[in-house]
């Protein structure tokens, strides 16, 4: 059994966190959150150089041509960094759908430019209020020409194309939905920024009016290919979340060891000793769930649907419980705009529900393990 | 990344498999695999007859103690050989509930610390079942603080005159041999006046008292000792040095890495999938859904950090630190699983045992999941491990540390 990353895919992650390190320290992450950009044009660049943007891309389309597995130990370390950069909407869901549904051409156009830096994409999906769900997406779609609003959608005022999901029938079923490819860039197209918990990953209203659309994937495909995208999503954002609880608990962890109040480490007292002992928990719990998931998707196995759902439950939960209770083992200090724990606090609340709210996800995990217990 | 096993692994297994069909007691096995935490009893035989007859057919086949060295009754396996067999052993690996103590920490203190001669002349009894070994370390007065025990060890001539009482002693009622830590020296701080022993329970002045516990059912014992007599050969470690000794067998009850732990998941999902509530089926049920959920993403979470550290080890690493949090995320899980499977049946909950609901199943569960909460290190004791060896976190800050041991306080009040 070798249940593990292997040799090259620990390097690989060593590298990404070297670079990262160097590259996005607290401060970078601050400047998009203070709004002096809407991301970090410099760190985005760098990723591209290094390949980290193209590293799940086949080299026939520019990219590096590893896998999945790569791309999580990168994610992971993303998460860690809390990088304010458009990776997640570019990379998981983009470039994924691409790579699932995409014609020979749409490839060619968009994957090499995600690849390189030079394009930033994103999937328009949510209305509003609302989990994923063919009955929430209204945004219709007539003769490859769509009109309608999409809101929130994840960084789509610095992206340069959208995977679109529009409404093409009316029967009730899942293959009601089509996708769409639509350059934000041309005509029929509004975006206005929206504020939002975590500055440092921007969210904006897209209306719209009459825009023509080219689609992706075949008619009626649109939900059976989205539910894929958001279950690779799922393992991919739950490697960020890992990523980010680990720091989280790390900087509680040497907080507690620097802080002396009453005399002593704040770190001898039970009280916090224990708060970060169920840190530690959750993480290893989330950690493990997602390597599952890792396994899952890189070998692309009938088990993905499951594995992706416990790997975004338990990857949640962690970097929600690890980014409050490094707030309050910091104390005053901790609800400080000064101090970085809120950046993780935002990012991790902001995760929670970006595919798709944890009650969502219970859900599906459910119905998935009915399934597999049926079969 | 992948769940293969390596040619030599594949080798291993499809031998201890077939092995294990052609031998093991299969009229328990579907009684075995339904057990559940407050119920490993068998119906119509005497479930520690069963085991110990399980116990040497796997001893004189070579798959008892797998790990050991061949000279000592073991037969010298890799770790990762023992933990395939025990997914092989599957539901017959209940039966041996009864010899982990024996196998998992006084062996490998009896293979650090006893003569050559004992140690060939015990383990190997030891390994076949043909003996049962207990642990005596607790006592009222040490429990998460073993090291305040009181058990006096006073030397006479070449043996040791043993006076005290020990508690919490899992089997002590049906043990022949037993691993004992005393207080040899009550003038110095607690951890340095401490002595390990080994000795026959059959000796006069040794007397087990079962204890009734909380569930109502008696696996523990009281043991009482007045005037035994140890011989000075039975020491292991040194005089005094008996904290380290027993670091070492505390040690070995954590390592028992891919020992599955039970949390009651599947036993509540499987209920959940075919119960019915009043408004539905409970699958349906939203609220139950996320229970189940949450529970599941648990469960699920614990088995693949078992199978990081089995993956660790099959490439002979040694696991890291991840392993630390199962009991402590078990143990709530279960008490927590059981509670709210009798929610589930509402006012009929409350009965218990064979006229209830899935014959009183959850309801031993609920009764039986607080000790697992305490036994082998409480929840506290847990986070504190996790906090101080994981996290590097500093240890707690003892008043009693650089006292003599005599000098300090016994009584909370009054």
């Known amino acids: ?375 | 990344m992948n769940f293969d096993d390596t040619p030599q692994e594949a080798e291993f297994r499809a031998t201890a498999r077939a092995w294990i069909a052609a031998n093991a007691p299969k009229q328990y096995e579907e009684e075995l695999r339904k057990s559940s935490l407050g119920r490993t009893q068998l119906k119509n035989a005497n479930i520690l007859e069963v085991a110990k007859a399980w116990q040497k057919k796997k001893a004189d086949a070579g798959w008892a103690c797998l790990h050991w060295p061949k000279d000592y009754g073991g037969r010298g396996s890799s770790p990762i050989e023992r933990v395939i067999w025990q997914q092989e052993e599957g539901p017959f690996g209940q039966l041996s509930r009864m010899f982990i103590i024996g196998h998992g920490m006084c062996g490998p203190t009896m293979m650090a610390f006893a003569r050559e001669e004992h140690k060939r002349a015990y383990l190997p009894p030891l390994a076949s079942g043909e003996k049962v070994w207990c642990q005596l370390f607790s006592e009222p007065a040490g429990g998460s603080d073993v090291a305040g025990l009181r058990t006096r060890a006073e030397k006479d001539g070449d043996d040791w005159i043993i006076n005290g009482q020990k508690i919490w002693t899992s089997g002590a009622h049906y043990s022949d041999y037993g691993i004992l830590l005393t207080r040899t020296d009550p003038t110095v701080p607690k951890h340095k006046g401490l002595t390990m022993f080994f000795l026959d329970m059959k000796s006069p002045g040794v007397e087990v008292r079962p204890i009734k516990q909380a569930s109502g059912a008696s696996d523990f014992n009281e043991v009482y000792f007045t005037n035994v007599r140890i011989p000075d050969h039975q020491r292991l470690g040194e005089v005094g040095d008996g904290w380290n000794v027993s670091l070492t067998t505390l040690m070995n009850e954590r390592s028992a890495i891919g020992a599955a732990v039970s949390t009651g998941f599947p036993e509540l999902f499987e209920y959940c999938s075919s119960l019915m509530l009043d408004d539905g089926p409970a699958i349906e049920d939203r609220a139950v859904r996320s229970k189940l959920a949450n529970w599941a993403v648990k469960a699920s979470g614990l088995k693949y950090t078992s199978m990081r550290a089995i993956s660790a080890l099959s490439k002979g690493e040694r696991p890291g630190p991840e392993n630390s949090i199962g009991k402590l995320v078990a143990g709530s899980m279960i008490q927590d699983v059981a509670t709210y499977a009798l929610d589930l049946q509402g006012a009929s909950g409350v009965v218990s045992g064979e006229d209830a609901e899935l014959a009183g199943r959850f309801q031993a569960m609920l009764l039986r999941a607080p000790g697992t909460r305490v036994e082998g290190g409480t929840d506290e004791i847990m986070r504190n491990i996790i906090a101080e060896r994981v996290l590097g976190l500093p240890g707690d800050i003892r008043v009693d540390k650089d006292v003599p041991f005599n000098k300090i306080p016994t009584k909370g009040r009054g």
Request: hydrophobic content about 45%; aromatic content about 8%.
């Open chain 1, 1 to 375: 059994m070798n249940f593990d990353f292997s040799d090259d895919q620990k390097q690989l992650r060593d590298q990404a966190r070297k670079f990262l390190t160097e590259k996005c320290p607290p401060k970078a992450v601050r400047a998009v959150l203070d709004g002096k950009a809407p991301y970090d044009k410099e760190l985005w660049k760098g990723l591209a150089e290094m390949g980290f943007l193209g590293v799940a891309i086949p080299e026939d389309f520019g990219g590096a041509g590893a896998g999945h597995l790569e791309l999580c130990v990168i994610a992971e370390e993303m998460g860690r960094a809390n990088a304010p950069v458009p990776f997640s909407s570019t990379v998981y869901l983009a470039a994924e759908a691409l790579l699932i549904a995409g014609s020979d051409a749409q490839k060619k156009k968009w994957l090499p430019a995600i690849a390189s830096g030079e394009a930033i994409g994103t999937l328009a999906l949510f209305e509003g209020k609302g989990n994923p769900s063919p009955k929430n997406v209204k945004l219709s779609a007539a003769n490859g020409v769509l009109n309608g609003v999409k809101k929130p959608v994840a960084d789509g005022a610095i992206a340069d194309f959208a995977v679109v999901a529009a409404r093409t029938g009316s029967s009730g079923r899942d293959g009601d939905i089509s996708l769409f490819i639509v350059d934000l860039k041309g005509g029929g197209v509004e975006v206005k920024g929206l504020t939002n918990l975590d500055p440092t990953r921007g969210q904006a209203e897209i209306t719209f009016k009459d825009c023509k659309a080219e689609p992706l994937g075949a008619a009626g495909e649109g939900w059976s290919i989205l539910t894929q995208v958001l279950d690779r999503a799922a393992v991919l954002c739950a490697f960020e979340q890992v990523g980010g609880s680990d720091r989280a608990l790390e900087m509680g962890r040497d907080y507690a060891l620097d802080r002396i109040a009453f005399g002593r480490q704040i770190g001898s007292f039970q009280a916090v000793k224990h708060m970060l002992a169920d840190m530690y928990v959750s993480a290893t719990l989330a950690r493990s769930n997602s390597y599952y998931g890792a396994w899952a998707l890189s070998t692309n196995a009938a088990e993905l649907p499951e594995a992706a759902a416990a790997a975004r439950i338990s990857a949640t939960q962690a970097f929600q419980h690890c980014a409050k209770n490094n707030i309050q083992v910091h104390g005053g200090m901790g609800f400080t705009w000064e101090f970085d724990c809120h950046m993780y606090y935002r990012r991790a609340n902001a995760m929670a529900l970006g595919l798709g709210s944890l009650t969502y996800w219970e859900d599906q995990l459910i119905d998935r393990m009915r399934k597999k217990n049926a079969a």
